[in-house]
């Protein structure tokens, strides 16, 4: 019996410090729960937020993908209709994240992947449900980029804190590692003495008029494959020809983001499975020094895939072992690309020391008398060139079109006169010239206006990286010569598939899906254009809060997004400023700009520049 009672009076006094410790804690919970509660998601400082937004981003729970609500356009009901909306701070180890080309997704995901081929390298989106909803904080002492040009030579080591380039490139010049700058002299794997006299080098091997490259203007675009950190495109930017430098995040994982930090036009990418994200006669040069790439794989579908988007009687830069090495293995895979790029009419425009330059034919003559059953063939007349999103290649030539085999030729004309002249292949939509005039004038008009909103925020050099989101004709981005800028210009996947006018213009860009992420690094670009771009997401169905983090992760601290919409697409981003810690610079309505659409309102927003609790410290 008095074994009973002593365990009786245990079991009441264990209750009781049960319920004293139950008390205990919900005290402690609302009294530090409602400390932070109130607080934005972007507050910063000693205490700045480092939950994740979901277990894709390495949290330890899935509780945010339970929990996370899709946001709807529109306003909330509430009073004065301005609802704050908060956003956590991801972690730091994601100060970099690209999420349609993360290493770490691809694992968790458990995708089968042929390596082969390249298409670990190649777009793979987390469904909405694994998508971050969080922003990406910058580096520790993070710095406004320098400005061009001197940002073609110089940029803040801590912004992109990566040096095994310097170390593993040493012998070649590509980086310099001085003090608190990484240099770049302008070498690379293949001109490790400076891009600028490897530039010159093919110009004269071409007998081009003063030994430069652009051929009085005949040679505007030019793809650089494998581009290193793009010096061969920064220096071509002085001969007014503007490069699609391109490069996948290998094991130079941030070549491209130091491309794009030094105000150079870059984007990730590979030639692995699908298209290249360009459409059909692109580019009037194309270039790959020793870029790692087997052309020969799979029946020469590489080869055939640049085929593809080089113009009539379009040249390509190879500078190789291959081209000039006498070892029996190089040998033997110059005789099968010799053999196999003479199957695809191309012909010797030019060999000297370790480069050589094929230029391709300048309509089908050739391919016509080519004798029948030849390798590669033909593509079928129902595949259409121009469509590459999320398109596979195939091994086939591309044949001309009807115009361009009968003018032996692209038919545009030269730079500069080729931005405002209407192109040929607009009669593909049904476009006048007048209409295309027309256009051009909108958007000058609409561009002056612009700069004039931004007036009081910027100076001739603040800007230099500029992204149109839905870049229809390019004519935003043809207003903007005069300035000391460049533009990627985005057509969306499933509108008119224009972007073909925009390089005809002697511009550059890509197709997207705005439903995704972009394939660029954070912190990539000064000013993003958005016109309709939210509009056509809600048509889509698709999140407007993941557009916002998009852009807010594409846009450098301090930069500014000019969106073009709906009025209530306008009060759903007013409604998110405090938690994106944007703040509004300018608004006007239809009434103020005589270019306005009546249904448009004009809003102009600008990025502060924060710094998480550990940046504070580094930066102090």
């Known amino acids: 019996m008095m074994r009973g009672r002593s365990d009786g009076a245990q079991k009441k006094r264990l209750w009781t410090f049960v319920g004293i410790g139950t008390v ?112 990406i904080p910058p580096p520790p002492g993070y710095k406004v980029p320098i400005k061009w040009p001197r940002s073609r030579d110089e940029v803040w080591k801590l912004n992109i804190p990566h040096t095994h380039l310097a170390n593993e490139k040493s012998d070649q010049n590509w980086m310099v590692v001085k003090g608190e700058k990484i240099v770049f002299p302008g070498g690379g794997t293949h001109f490790h003495y400076g891009a600028d006299k490897y530039i010159a080098l093919i110009a004269n091997m071409l007998n081009f008029t003063n030994n430069n490259l652009n051929d009085e203007g005949r040679i505007r675009t030019v793809f650089d494959v494998g581009c290193g950190v793009a010096s061969f495109g920064g220096y071509l930017l002085s ?44 580019f009037e040069f194309s270039h790959c020094s020793r870029c790692r790439i087997d052309w020969l794989q799979r029946d020469g579908i590489l080869l055939l895939e640049l085929d593809r988007v080089l113009r009539p009687g379009g040249y390509f830069a190879y500078s190789s072992p291959e081209a000039y090495a006498q070892d029996e293995e190089d040998l033997r895979i110059w005789r099968e690309m010799s053999t196999l790029v003479e199957r695809m009419c191309w012909r010797i425009a030019a060999k000297k020391n370790q480069t050589v330059i094929w230029q391709k034919p300048l309509n089908n003559d050739c391919y016509m008398e080519r004798p029948p059953g030849t390798q590669p063939p033909l593509c079928r007349s129902d595949n259409d060139p121009d469509a590459v999103w999320g398109v596979n290649m195939e091994a086939c030539i591309t044949p001309y079109s009807e115009h361009d085999h009968k003018v032996s030729g692209s038919g545009l004309a030269p730079w500069p006169a080729r931005l405002s ?12 010239n007048e209409m295309f005039e027309k256009d051009t004038d909108t958007w000058r008009e609409r561009v002056d206006h612009y700069w004039s909103l931004l007036s009081s925020k910027i100076s001739s050099d603040t800007l230099r990286n500029i992204m149109d989101m839905k870049a229809n004709l390019g004519s935003f981005a043809a207003s903007l010569k005069d300035k000391n800028v ?6 969306p996947k ?27 690094y954070p912190r990539t670009y000064d000013l993003l254009h958005a016109w309709t771009v939210f509009s056509d997401a809600e048509k889509k169905g698709c999140s407007g809060e993941d557009l916002l983090l998009e ?33 509004a610079v300018a608004s006007t309505d239809s009434t103020s700009d005589p270019e306005q659409d009546n249904d448009e309102v004009v809003f102009v927003v600008q990025k502060k520049l924060w710094l998480t609790s550990g940046s504070i410290r580094d930066t102090e």
């Open 421 to 432: 002249s209407p192109p040929p292949r607009l009669a593909d939509f049904g476009y006048s």
């Open 494 to 520: 499933d509108g008119p598939n224009t972007l073909k006018i925009v390089y005809d213009r002697g511009l550059i860009g890509t197709t997207h899906d705005w439903c995704e992420a972009f394939s660029t």
């Open 239 to 282: 001969s007014d020809i503007i490069a699609m430098s391109l490069a996948p995040n290998d094991v130079h994982q941030n070549q491209i983001q130091f491309a794009l930090e030094r105000g150079i036009p870059a984007y990730l990418g590979v030639l692995g499975t699908k298209r290249l994200p360009y459409p059909s006669r692109s």
């Open 24 to 135: 205990l804690v919900v005290f402690l919970y609302m009294y530090f729960g409602s400390k932070s509660g109130g607080e934005s998601a972007l507050e910063y400082g000693s205490r700045s937020l480092r939950k994740l937004g979901s277990s894709y981003l390495g949290g330890d729970d899935n509780s945010d993908l339970s929990s996370r609500q899709e946001e709807k356009f529109g306003l909330e009901d509430g009073d004065g209709g301005i609802v704050p909306k908060s956003f956590p701070v991801c972690d730091d180890r994601h100060s970099e994240l690209i999420p349609c080309l993360d290493r770490h997704l691809i694992y968790q995901m458990r995708l089968k992947l042929d390596l082969s081929l390249m298409e670990h390298y190649e777009r793979h989106c987390p469904l909405p449900e694994r998508r971050y909803n969080c922003l």
């Open 551 to 583: 852009i807010d992760r594409i846009l450098r601290p301090t930069g500014f997004v000019i969106i073009r919409d709906k009025q209530h697409i306008i009060e759903f981003i007013k409604k998110h400023l405090s938690a994106l810690h944007w703040e």
């Open 486 to 491: 460049w533009v990627m210009n985005v057509v």
